[in-house]
């Protein structure tokens, strides 16, 4: 939805009833709208008439939320609701850029039109998780695909790549952070984590084997886990403005 100063819009369906049902927003009341590009429009509901929501767009407000570390999460399918769980928090947690990978443990397998229908609805997801924590730039969910596919392609320069692997020597807290203006990816394995030929070509491609406390983690909390851990140590976890 195009926003501009000074205009007159209807809400998108979606969130015109979200709106009207969950937030019971009524004529006169105030929202922010967003693009997913940054920055902020305050606006104010001029008309509801059945799922039809008119609101005014006031001034741009350029507010960023964003960390100033960019992560990417590399998280092998999940199955049934944990994926949506996965992608919902991630981005509550800042993350960049999420990538669905197929790796030979995964229970969910997607292809064809089955994929782009699970890849337009996670995208819905993490749109939503950034209405709810005030995030105002969309991360990027990227196309499925294989692991190994992924893992063919030449590391972007200044990248740090992790991977949690239990029994491993270094732990997340001894590691130098990402240089200035790099990049952190984080790779978490499915349901059966990865296998060992899957762990051994991360690691022939930079990936770090890194352990992660005493006990292991279910891939739905791996992940979550060691992106709070990495926001406070290089991200802005540890900010004073951080709301818990």
Known sequence: MPLVAGACVDLPERVAQHAIRVLRLRTGDDLTLFNGAGGEYPARIVGIER???????????????????????????????????????????????????????????????????????WRGVAAAACEQCGRNRLPEVTVPESLEHW??????????????????????????GPPAGGWVELLIGAEGGLTPEEAQLASLTGFLPVHFGPRILRTETAGLAALAAIQFLWGDLKEETTDV
């Open 151 to 176: 893992l063919a392609r030449e590391p972007a320069a200044g990248v740090l790549r992790l991977l949690l692997a239990p029994g491993a020597r270094r732990s997340l807290a001894t590691l130098p």
């Open 51 to 121: 799922a039809r929501v008119s609101v005014d767009v006031l001034e741009w407000v350029g507010h960023e939320r964003e960390s100033p570390l960019s992560v990417t999460l590399v998280q092998a399918l999940q199955a049934s609701e944990k994926m949506d769980w996965t992608v919902q928090k991630a981005v509550e947690l800042g993350v960049r850029r999420i990538v669905p990978v197929v790796s030979k443990r995964s229970v969910l397998r997607l292809e064809g039109e089955r994929a782009l229908r699970r890849l337009e609805h």
